[in-house]
T-cell receptor, first 117, second 113 residues
Framework: ETGVTQTPRHLVMGMTNKKSLKCEQH?????MYWYKQSAKKPLELMFV???????ENNSVPSRFSPECPNSSHLFLHLHTLQPEDSALYLC????????????????FGEGSWLTVV | GENVEQHPSTLSVQEGDSAVIKCTYS??????FPWYKQELGKRPQLIID?????GEKKDQRIAVTLNKTAKHFSLHITETQPEDSAVYFC????????????FGSGTKLNVKP
């Protein structure tokens, strides 16, 4: 499936590094999301973009910086991360952030496994 | 805000048996309840969803039931197969606000051949 693609799939970075995660969706959707998935925890919503505007920031530390240059691309810029930030970062998209439309739901990418050493 | 609780955290069944996973939610305004399946190392994939205007929905071996009064919904898998082994997540949201999309903590289902 190539609806929502994420790169890189695996990333190991030091605490002083700066790196970025990239997400691209080929579904013509207007909304994109970043989620964090840690072991034995519910998926945590980090950021939501609708038509390239950020509409949600769930108290995420500033060491995570999102960027949405257009409705098809979403980045997560990472700098001075901590070991506890190691997790699977999932990008997702949906037609809209919610208009009650039939079939509107969230589609996930394969995720980027991040390890902070 | 919404609170979604999911049980059990792990479930082991024999091939051919049924499996049931239950979720409860707290926000009575939630009206959209999807279920996702996540195989090891892969993305969560939507397998079935239900809106609050119906009580049950089926798709082959998978069904979801919703009790709005009690604020709980369940996933039922019949005639389980080894390829059903995965982590299953429930979620609750309002259809007009995907900014608030709350997931359960997941159930690891193991189907033994």
């Amino acid at each position: 499936e190539t609806g929502v693609t994420q790169t890189p799939r695996h990333l190991v970075m030091g605490m002083t590094n700066k790196k970025s995660l990239k997400c691209e969706q080929h579904l013509g959707h207007n909304a994109m999301y970043w989620y964090k998935q840690s072991a034995k925890k519910p998926l945590e919503l980090m950021f939501v973009y609708s038509l390239e505007e950020r509409v949600e920031n769930n108290s995420v530390p500033s060491r995570f910086s999102p960027e949405c240059p257009n409705s098809s691309h979403l980045f997560l810029h990472l700098h001075t991360l901590q070991p506890e930030d190691s997790a699977l970062y999932l990008c997702a998209s949906s037609q809209d952030v919610g208009q009650g439309l039939s079939g509107n739901t969230i589609y996930f990418g394969e995720g980027s496994w991040l390890t902070v050493v | 805000g919404e609170n979604v609780e999911q049980h059990p955290s792990t479930l082991s069944v024999q091939e051919g048996d049924s499996a049931v996973i239950k979720c409860t939610y707290s926000d009575s305004a939630s009206n959209y309840f999807p279920w996702y399946k996540q195989e090891l190392g892969k993305r969560p994939q939507l397998i079935i969803d239900i809106r609050s205007n119906v009580g049950e929905k089926k798709d082959q071996r998978i069904a979801v039931t919703l009790n709005k009064t009690a604020k709980h919904f369940s996933l039922h898998i019949t005639e389980t197969q080894p390829e059903d082994s995965a982590v299953y997540f429930c979620a609750a949201s309002r259809m007009n606000n995907f900014n608030k999309f709350y997931f359960g903590s997941g159930t690891k289902l193991n189907v033994k051949p």
